[in-house]
């Protein structure tokens, strides 16, 4: 039976690995079965967009062509997801570190801004995953393509857009993938000084206090080791440990913080203006799962349930908010203006379950750090090694991209050894770039002529979300630099 649970176990991650695709130069090489068809009808499809200079009779035509054309019938998937494996996918792919770190954006935004901004921030980033699917459904139907992922859609939105914008479809695509590359960098190294910090607090209690930075330098050669794998089916049974440790220590930290809760008078009910900028980005960071949403309905055995109202998405994404907010809410009333950067930080040191959870998630997510490596390695790989003709030369350029790349993450960790300054800061560039600013400029551009329904309701919306995004990678970026140059200010 066990074995049966193990095989089956390594089929899904299998399952996932082509999902992490993040930039392939061509739509077409989404389904290479159906690639011969999909560069007829691509081809096709881009003579009429490129000839019709956007006049609103032609693409009414269009679009009543594309309608004929549903791309979730034309997918042709060897291992289909179901609903629930979607549902536990998007799961997984929004709680990380990110979960660990809302008691200290509570702390940054106070009390009750914290709870109802969590809230409104989530429903935000939702609606902003739900822009990106429609958009990508349009453009699969304007292409004839069965599906793209994120960094295709920025390009084919631009490419099939205004005449004047079209010109700048390569720079989307490469901006999408620069941007999804700098975030799963940031998560690599925010995983990298999580596990030596929760180390450092062990040992520091039981033998001698040492510098942190030692931590990660010892960490470093396991770390390269276990990246050294691949092939994601490798790391299945690896990645189900993990995911079974991090289960057990989220729910012993929220027994701790469930213990002799204070009044809520004893903390701060609003935070200044001068650190809410710092809660937005530690808050953005935790929803980081808008780059998994495409490859996750994309590979769906009934993608029509992944949308909708009490579809996938919304159901996991509930789920996900009302986690990061009773984290947040219960860990900042519990240890108030004391809560560090990860609530695992401020568990008791003198009980032995609290150093437990600090071991097992320190483990955890030294074992999640090649998931997260799998992405930029993916995005960076083809361009290093196909400047390499043998096999054992393309071998020895990925071992030391590999290396190079890891070391990076060792040497940002080592210079910021700050856990919540450093979470901000990736969540600010990256994630509000990727979550917030991104969806609504491809929605504008790919409905400009179709247009954005009564008294443009949808472009105005689209503009206060961009404005939205803007505001908080620039403010955001602000703050976290600032407080990670001058630490003692905050």
């Known amino acids: 039976m066990g074995n049966v649970k193990l095989i089956d176990l390594i089929r899904k991650m299998s399952e996932l690995q082509p999902l992490l695709q993040s930039d392939r130069p061509e739509a077409s090489e989404i389904r290479p079965e159906l690639r011969a068809e999909q560069e007829e009808n691509t081809s096709e499809s881009i003579l009429d967009i490129k000839n019709d200079e956007g006049t609103d009779n032609d693409a009414a035509a269009q679009s009543s062509q594309q309608t004929e054309y549903n791309p979730s019938m034309h997918r042709t998937l060897d291992h289909p997801t179901s609903n629930v494996d979607t549902m536990i996918h998007l799961l997984k792919g929004n709680i990380g570190t990110g979960i660990l770190a809302m008691p200290d954006a509570f702390r940054n935004a106070g009390l009750y801004v914290g709870l109802f901004g969590t809230l409104i921030l989530g429903a935000i980033c939702t609606h902003c995953m739900h822009m990106l699917v429609r958009c990508s459904h349009e453009l699969c139907q304007r292409l004839q393509q069965p599906a793209l992922n994120f960094p295709e859609v920025g390009y084919w939105s631009f490419e099939t857009g205004p005449a004047a914008l079209r010109r700048y479809s390569i720079i989307a695509r490469r901006m999408i993938t620069t941007f999804l590359f700098i975030t799963q960098m940031g998560f690599c190294c925010v995983y990298f000084l999580f596990v030596a910090l929760n180390v ?26 276990i990246n050294l794998l691949r092939n994601l089916k490798y790391l299945a049974p690896v990645s189900f440990f993990a995911a079974i440790l991090t289960v057990t220590g989220l729910s012993i930290s929220f027994f701790y913080m469930l213990q002799n809760l204070p009044r809520t008078d004893t903390v701060k009910p609003v935070g200044s203006w001068a650190t809410l900028p710092l809660y937005f980005g530690t808050a953005i960071y935790a929803f980081e799962g808008i780059g998994v949403v495409l490859p996750l309905e994309n590979n769906m055995k009934s993608p029509q349930d992944f949308g909708g109202i009490t579809g996938v998405l919304n159901t996991g994404m509930v789920i996900v908010a009302c ?41 955890a997510i030294f074992l999640s750090y090649p998931l997260q490596f799998y992405v930029p390695m993916n995005i960076v790989e083809p361009v290093v090694v196909n400047h390499f003709e043998t096999n054992r030369a393309q071998y020895l350029a990925n071992t030391a991209l590999r290396i190079v790349l890891i070391t990076f993450t060792f040497i940002l960790a080592a210079c910021i050894p700050n856990l919540g300054p450093i979470i901000s800061l990736v969540g600010a560039i990256s994630s509000s770039a990727l979550a917030l600013i991104a969806p609504p400029i491809i929605e504008i551009i790919t409905f400009w002529a179709a247009g954005y329904g009564r008294y443009n309701w949808i472009l105005w919306k689209d503009f206060a979300i961009l404005m939205f995004g803007i505001s908080g990678f620039v403010f955001g970026t602000y703050a976290s630099t600032a407080q990670i140059l001058y630490p003692s200010i905050n």
Do not use: C, W
């Open 200 to 225: 450092k607090e062990v040992i520091d209690h039981y033998f001698a206090k040492l510098d942190v930075r030692l931590y990660l330098f010892i960490l470093l050669g396991p770390m390269i080791l």
């Open 323 to 363: 986690l990061y907010t009773s984290v947040g809410f219960f860990g900042y009333l519990k240890y108030g203006e004391n809560v560090k950067g990860s609530i695992t930080l401020n568990l008791p040191q003198d009980h032995i379950l609290s150093q437990l959870v600090r071991i097992a998630m320190a483990i």
